[in-house]
């Protein structure tokens, strides 16, 4: 009968074994989706922003109905129509023109869709719902505010 004998692993793999460790620990603790708030109150979706180097990007749904506007989607013919006030987009999943009221506008970025939610840049939102948007890559923030509206949990100064 032959004698098995046990080989340890080099000095060398352990290290680089431990270094790989380490990066791909230090990658997926940082790698956690940007908080989305609307009008300061945190919001939640299914579906979390996704952010790129070119932007951050959001469901349109979530955002637009916790600003109150409606949207319906029309599976025969592919139509996204938000309605908020006298204001309609309608938009496509993969294209770049949409339209506002009517009127033709190009879209910098073509909607996309992230397990059945069209996630669109925070330009779109700004444009078709008229609001403030900012997208803070520093802290992984995403803010966006109707104009004129006191930030949920703000303490207004008494005059």
Known sequence: ???????????????ATVVASAF?????S??????LRIDGLRTTSD??????????YVP??????????DTNYDAKSGTIE???ADDTLRLHVGDRVATLNGKKLTLKTAPFAVRGRTMVSLNVI??????????DVSHAK????????????AQEVAP
């Open 1 to 15: 009968m032959e004698k098995l004998s046990l080989r340890f692993p080099s000095r060398r793999t352990v290290g």
């Open 24 to 28: 791909a620990a230090a990658l997926t």
């Open 30 to 35: 940082l790698s956690h989706p940007a908080s």
């Open 47 to 56: 579906v979390p922003p996704v952010t790129t180097a070119k932007g951050a």
């Open 60 to 69: 349109l749904r979530a955002v637009a109905e916790s600003l109150g506007a």
């Open 82 to 84: 938000l309605t908020r």
């Open 126 to 135: 700004a444009r078709a719902l008229k609001t403030n948007v900012r997208y």
């Open 142 to 153: 995403i803010d966006v505010m109707t104009p004129g509206l006191v930030e949920a949990g």
